[in-house]
């Protein structure tokens, strides 16, 4: 695992243009296993994620070319409708394949998935949606067997508006018999993405972006060229990093709807933040108030940008409370955030922020992509020097982070790799 090294204290200046978004693309991609033909998809970043479902495609017999920012799929043959442990335990959306293989070829059997140890993360949501749809599921030696001959349209009930089970019954059902209604489905803008990047495809994709989606299936599907969303986590990153160091920073190529809830909470700690097209600047202050926040599906504040939040209240005058309402597991970074002398009591799902602390540098290790970035975050407010033990969480989903940040002013380095 490669370490990081941050000296802290130096406020971070400038402008970033922000990549396609993560969430969006490893969809995406898993969509592609809906169609025979060439997926030419532009905006895909160069993260490891995206390296692991490109290797995951290949072993079902998707080959495709990456470059640059461009991913082409080649024409295929018949699908191998299988994704062996060896891939799906290092990627979460690796389930993601299993509603394109289901619908495509009848069949599909896929490894339990792995991915951030944040939680459970189980994948009933999606079984009991397949299952709706008329498949037979069989578990056994860790792997999930999917069989339909043809799936059939129906109407789906999920319990909680996953994003996962969304996408993935979403893109099964673009090649079922008839209709499929998801209700309470997830509503993220990576939701809506995928949605478009199918009904380029020819799918008939209704509704995506709110509370109830509506498939109505289609026999074939084609090949398309499509552009994916800013990545509005990568930007938020950047947003919060740039107020918790006192700096100014203006993240480009963004959507700025997208990045709402971030906006408000950061205007709410009494920092500046002014929109202009499509792109978002902050100022940072000194001193900065201490506000509450609760993660919630979309439009709520996303949990992918908690662990950021909790690093910069560490520095905010007055007590935060962050309650974690999506994952049972996502504050890992809090006891490491401590080492550095934030002042941080947690029960349960919520953590209780007492500000300002005064950080100082410390040996750090993570565990999880997002809280990687809240340790960069904190170690840049920290005065002396920060060690991040296990900085290779942060290439999953940051493409050229260290770089970036360095550009910004950051004196921070990769220390092996
Ligand atoms: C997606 O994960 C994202 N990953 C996550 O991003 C993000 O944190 C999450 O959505 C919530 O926004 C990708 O898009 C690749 P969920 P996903 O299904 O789809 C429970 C990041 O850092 N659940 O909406 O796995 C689950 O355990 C990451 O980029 C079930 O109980 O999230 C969790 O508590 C990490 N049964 C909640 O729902 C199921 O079958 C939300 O999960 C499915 C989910």
């Given at each position: 695992m490669p370490k990081i090294k941050i000296e802290g204290k130096y406020p971070l200046c400038g402008a970033i243009k922000i990549n396609g978004s993560k969430n969006a693309a490893l969809p995406i991609l898993a969509a592609t296993?809906?169609?025979?033909e060439v997926c030419h998809i532009d905006n895909v970043p160069p993260i490891t994620d995206i390296f692991n479902m490109q290797n995951l495609l290949l072993e079902t017999g998707k080959h495709s070319d990456f470059q640059k920012e461009t991913f082409l799929t080649e024409a295929s043959g018949e699908l191998s409708p299988f994704a062996s442990y060896q891939f799906t335990n290092r990627l979460r959306a690796s389930f993601l394949v299993a509603g394109p293989l289901l619908a495509k070829t009848g069949f599909a059997r896929v490894s339990y998935p792995g991915g951030c140890?944040?939680?459970?993360?189980?994948v009933d949501l999606h079984l009991k949606g397949f299952e709706k749809l008329g498949a037979c599921i069989h578990t056994e030696n860790g792997y999930i067997s999917l069989k339909a001959e043809k799936l059939r349209g129906n109407k789906i009930y999920l319990d909680f508006p996953s994003v996962g089970a969304t996408e993935n019954l979403m893109m099964a059902a673009t090649l079922a018999k008839g209709t499929t209604v998801i209700e309470n489905a997830a509503a993220e803008p990576e939701i809506t993405d995928l949605a478009n990047f199918l009904n380029n495809m020819g799918a008939n994709v209704d509704g995506?972006?709110?509370?109830t989606v509506t498939i109505r299936g289609v026999e074939k599907l084609s090949g398309c060229s499509y552009s994916v969303i800013p990545d509005r986590i990568e930007a938020g990153t950047y947003l919060i990093a740039a107020a918790a160091t006192g700096g100014k920073v203006t993240v480009t190529n963004v959507i700025p709807e997208h990045l709402n809830p971030v906006i408000a909470k950061l205007r709410e700690t009494n920092v500046h933040v002014t929109v202009k097209g499509s792109s978002v600047t902050v100022e940072g202050k000194s001193s900065y108030k201490a506000i509450d926040i609760k993660t919630m599906p979309h439009?709520?504040?996303p949990t992918d940008l908690q662990a950021q939040f909790c690093a910069y209240l560490s520095g905010a005058k007055g007590t935060s409370v962050i309650t974690e309402t999506i994952f049972e597991n996502r504050f890992m970074h809090i006891g490491e955030l401590k080492r550095l002398g934030a002042k941080i009591v947690t029960e349960g799902r919520t953590a209780v922020i007492e500000g300002p602390s005064k950080l100082n540098g410390a040996q750090v290790i993570a565990g999880d992509l997002r809280g990687s970035a809240a340790l960069v975050i904190a170690g840049m407010m920290a005065e002396g020097t920060t060690v991040?033990?296990?900085?290779?969480?942060l290439f999953r989903g940051y493409h050229r982070m260290v770089e970036n940040l360095q550009e910004l002013g950051a004196h921070i380095e990769l220390l092996e790799q």
């Open positions: 296993l809906l169609s025979d140890p944040i939680g459970a993360r189980p995506a972006g709110s509370d439009p709520g504040f991040l033990e296990d900085g290779g969480h």
